[in-house]
């Protein structure tokens, strides 16, 4: 499995911006694809995670302001940002969960900054 996320740029406090985490390879194996971040000297942390039947959930901390999606057609997972504050600067990576060996796929970070 091949994760290619891109979104990440600068954006104003309380802003808007759309994180894209596009899938191929072997997409059938696919459980859950989630979104994390990295914060610097800070341990890396989930946002949001998607599952197969679309369940879904959050960080307390982002809870309200993100929005976690999918696009099955084009194989392709969102992460709808919003109300951005300073504090959700980070590195942004997408993961997914598979039925493969090993079970997890990491895709490359995209960096996310959010400042006036």
């Known amino acids: 499995v091949q994760l290619q996320a891109s979104g990440g740029g600068l954006v104003q406090p309380g802003g808007s911006v759309r994180l894209s985490c596009a899938a191929s390879?072997?997409?059938?194996?696919?459980?859950?694809v989630g979104w994390y971040r990295q914060a610097p000297g800070k341990q890396r942390e989930l946002v949001a995670v998607?599952?197969?039947?679309?369940?879904?959930n959050y960080a307390d901390s982002v809870k309200g302001r993100f929005t976690i999606s999918r696009d099955n057609a084009k194989n392709t997972v969102f992460l709808q940002m919003n109300s951005l504050k300073p504090e959700d600067t980070a590195v942004y990576y997408c993961?997914?969960?598979?039925?493969?060996?090993?079970?997890?796929?990491w895709g490359q970070g995209t960096q996310f900054t959010v400042s006036s």
């Open positions: 993961n997914a969960v598979t039925k493969l060996y090993p079970p997890v796929y």
């Open positions: 390879g072997s997409i059938f194996s696919i459980n859950a």
């Open positions: 998607i599952t197969n039947g679309g369940s879904t």
